[in-house]
């Protein structure tokens, strides 16, 4: 109840964020009269999106001279933020709104929450997590606190949802940032996201259109090639797609992947290709909102196009917002050229403005373009923030195998080791597990390794742990951008399974890739988590002692043996 009232008040609260503007009269004509007083390359300049960390820049810095300039000379559209903290944030994006005369859409990639990019925002569990709770309204109330975090320090667009299915387990980029393998699954919890952004006045992104889930290729190191025809995109990757567009999404972000089925001519990546987008995104699907391409600062673009070439395609194809060109003077000058020598109309270029504007103008800047700076700290991860990150995370672990029923663990007559396998440099998830099993006097933990690499000591483990004795593994892999693969190394799978062939009975616990089962069939008992967020490790570490019970199932099928919808109970 409390919880309820406090969610509510917060929402209410949200109309303070923004300096008081009904003193300012509401002009219809905005965007008809702001898009006449425009010269042809100021409006090009709208379509282009540049980048930032969003650390309160040095006003004689390099990187803040170049922002100004871009603003003020070039009179770019947007920026997109990646790093800093939200008070940082907020002033910056305050101080470039006050060199631009059209208000700037300011955006970021928040998928789970601004933590993600920001040192003191909340961080929700993957979109994975949230599909094997099934609740989509736990996800709608993310995607409105999300957005009232965005209000907070300016933020205007987020880069978000990923409507992608995963129904391929080797990709190494999409995985647990999946609802789901599910079209079905993926469409109801990514219209609940939508529609909390929205409502929370934040502009929602649906990607990566057509559809990145059954890819093996990393966009960001090279271009991924799908055969898939017609008949596959309609009955599988774009229905997703087709809800949120029914739902009202206001953007979708094309992806840099080939399809060479379907754009036979070009055999252009979708987020260059007419026919992607132009063809089926727009005339097929009747999509009106903002067209935006992936970020062109990915190996699936640049080891094939220059910048100039993909200036000019990608308005040919249909996009209004070029997200990170490799060069923004030179992408507007390239467009400007083609539109003089007729490659492109003007009447072209003014139909993607007026969809900026009109996005701009649905999210009042031409009223006010400004944030409070002093009232950022109220809304950015608050409390009930934390407690619906926490209610997710508790109700998305999923028990795969239990078959020793060493779940609960609540006997003292059981020694536990516990072998913490992390495939990154974050130590933050592992030690918090650690230190919780540590502190938990129900059992008797008998020795700890921690590993952040590669296994070389195998014997040496194998033969200091009593046979006797319950391991526990907890593994941490999770997507990685450029790392090229979701799967565990092999001298982690070799220790696993080393233990488990000499009698030693095994948990593992996955806070990441739900696949891995695959590596070690024979375990004892198997926990998924989809995430490693703080919450869901103090999820899983209530689940195991009983504290919880486990309630998520399956978004994604595993083998033949555990397919989608499966999971295990173990308390009445």
């Known amino acids: 109840m409390l919880y309820n009232f406090i969610f509510r008040l917060s929402i209410l609260l949200l109309s303070s964020i923004f300096i008081n503007t009904s003193s300012l009269s509401k002009n219809n004509d905005w965007v008809e009269e702001t898009l006449k ?84 925002g909340s961080l929700f569990p993957y979109n994975m997590a949230i599909g094997a709770t099934r609740r989509t309204d736990l996800v709608y109330k993310m995607g409105l606190l999300i957005a009232k975090e965005c209000k907070a320090i300016g933020i205007h667009q987020n880069y978000a949802p990923v409507v992608d299915i995963n129904n391929n387990p080797n990709n190494p980029i999409i995985n647990i940032r999946s609802f789901g393998e599910n079209p079905e699954l993926v469409s109801e919890m990514a219209v609940s996201f939508i529609k909390g952004l929205q409502d929370g006045n934040v502009i929602a992104t649906a990607k990566h259109f057509p559809g990145h889930g059954d890819t093996d290729i990393d966009s960001h190191n090279d271009l991924p090639i799908l055969n898939f025809d017609m008949k596959r995109l309609d009955t599988n990757e774009l229905i997703p797609f087709k809800n949120s567009i029914e739902s009202g999404v206001k953007s979708i972000m094309v992806g840099h992947i080939a399809l060479p089925e379907i754009d036979i001519k070009n055999n252009l990546p979708a987020s260059l290709s007419p026919v992607i987008i132009d063809s089926i995104l727009i005339n097929k699907l009747g999509f009106n909102g903002l067209v935006v391409t992936d970020a062109l600062n990915m190996s699936g673009i640049t080891k094939n196009y220059s910048s100039k070439q993909v200036a000019v395609l990608s308005v040919q194809a249909g996009v209004d917002l070029i997200l990170m060109p490799q060069g923004e003077t030179e992408t507007i000058n390239e467009i400007e050229r083609a539109v003089i020598n007729g490659k492109i109309s003007e009447e072209r270029i003014d139909y993607s403005v007026k969809k900026i504007l009109s996005v701009k103008k649905w999210l009042n800047l031409d009223l006010n373009k400004y944030v409070n700076e002093s009232e950022v700290s109220k809304f950015v991860n608050s409390y009930e923030e934390e407690m619906l990150s926490q209610e ?98 092999n001298s982690q799978v070799k220790l696993i399974n080393r233990l488990i062939e000499r009698g030693t009975r095994v948990m593992v616990i996955s806070f990441g890739n739900p696949y891995i089962l695959k590596d070690f069939p024979e375990i004892d008992t198997y926990i998924c988590a989809y995430s490693d967020v703080r919450t869901s490790v103090i999820a899983v570490y209530k689940g195991i002692t009983g504290k919880i019970n486990f309630n998520g199932k399956l978004p994604i099928s595993i083998d033949n043996n555990y397919t989608f919808g499966y999971g295990l109970k173990i308390l009445n």
């Open 392 to 489: 997710i995370a508790d109700a998305s672990i999923t028990l795969i195998k239990n078959n020793s029923k060493a779940i609960p663990i609540i006997r003292k007559d059981n020694i536990f080791t516990l072998i913490s396998i992390n495939n990154t440099s974050e130590r933050e998830s592992s030690d918090l597990f650690i230190d919780l099993m540590k502190n938990d006097n129900n059992f008797i933990l008998d020795s700890i390794y921690n590993y952040f690499s590669e296994i070389e000591d195998i014997n040496s483990i194998i033969n200091n742990i009593p046979i006797s004795n319950y391991c526990i593994i907890p593994i941490y892999s999770k997507v990685k951008i450029k790392k090229g693969t979701v799967n565990l190394p």
């Open 37 to 120: 007083k425009m010269t042809l390359r100021e409006k090009i300049a709208q379509m282009i999106i540049t980048s930032s960390n969003g650390y309160q820049l040095d006003n004689t810095s390099k990187e803040f001279m170049r922002l100004k300039n871009l603003i003020m000379h070039e009179k770019i559209g947007g920026i997109i933020f990646f790093q800093g903290n939200s008070q940082e944030l907020a002033k910056l994006t305050n101080t470039l709104q006050s060199f631009s005369e059209v208000p700037l859409l300011m955006s970021a990639d928040y998928e789970r929450g601004t933590g993600m990019r920001l040192n003191d």
